[in-house]
């Protein structure tokens, strides 16, 4: 995905990682699947979240927003 991630490939990204959540009686190889989704959805959450903070608070606070 690219890093300006629409919100509806995070609720794609979600729905996916719920839908692998939903899934009882997996073996091991479908849990560390399940393990990658859900971080690959919260991945993309905290990216666009991120990027609104940015877009919101413009280019003289940007570099104070990225240092933590």
Do not use: W
């Amino acid at each position: 995905m690219s890093k300006f991630s629409s919100g509806a490939n995070v609720g794609a990204s979600l729905a996916g990682a719920a839908g692998a959540a939903g899934n009882t009686g997996m073996d091991t190889a479908g849990a560390i699947a399940q393990i990658n989704a859900a971080a690959e959805a919260e991945n993309e959450i905290n990216l666009a979240t991120t990027y609104a903070q940015l877009r919101e608070a413009g280019p003289k606070n940007m570099k104070s927003l990225t240092q933590g």
